[in-house]
Nanobody, 126 residues
Framework: QWQLVESGGGLVQPGGSLRLSCVAS????????VGWFRQVPGKQREGVSC????????YYLESMKGRLAISREDTQNTVHLWLTDPKPEDTADYFC???????????????????WGRGTPVTVSS
């Protein structure tokens, strides 16, 4: 049985930094594109970053470029997302998602992904 579990959320001060992690079980992430999404209550889920199965493609939400970094740790079946200089408007639930892929690109669309975690809340506040 597969599972994606996010961790690393919580309260972070503006201007700090945050690392979110997505650990998979029942899936070998080295064959999956992995995406990170966020959602604020009452709004649509928004893709912020993704990485291809082989790590050769990384994509970021344009408005957050320069503050995000995504990386794979395949030996741990984990994908990390770093957020630097967080702002109050980054407050949201953050989700990871995966899709089996051999593509050269990944997508920031929710419809692209088949597997989802339950999310981890991030609150940016002083």
């Amino acid at each position: 049985q597969w599972q994606l579990v996010e961790s690393g959320g919580g309260l972070v001060q503006p201007g700090g930094s945050l690392r979110l992690s997505c650990v998979a079980s029942g899936l070998m992430l080295n064959s999956y594109d992995v995406g990170w999404f966020r959602q604020v209550p009452g709004k649509q889920r928004e893709g912020v970053s993704c990485v291809t199965w082989n790590g050769e493609g990384e994509y970021y939400l344009e408005s957050m470029k320069g503050r995000l970094a995504i990386s794979r740790e395949d030996t741990q079946n984990t994908v990390h997302l770093w957020l630097t200089d967080p702002k109050p408007e980054d407050t949201a639930d953050y989700f990871c998602a995966a899709v089996h892929s051999i593509s050269r690109t990944c997508q920031l669309s929710t419809s692209y992904y088949d597997y989802w975690g339950r999310g981890t809340p991030v609150t940016v506040s002083s």
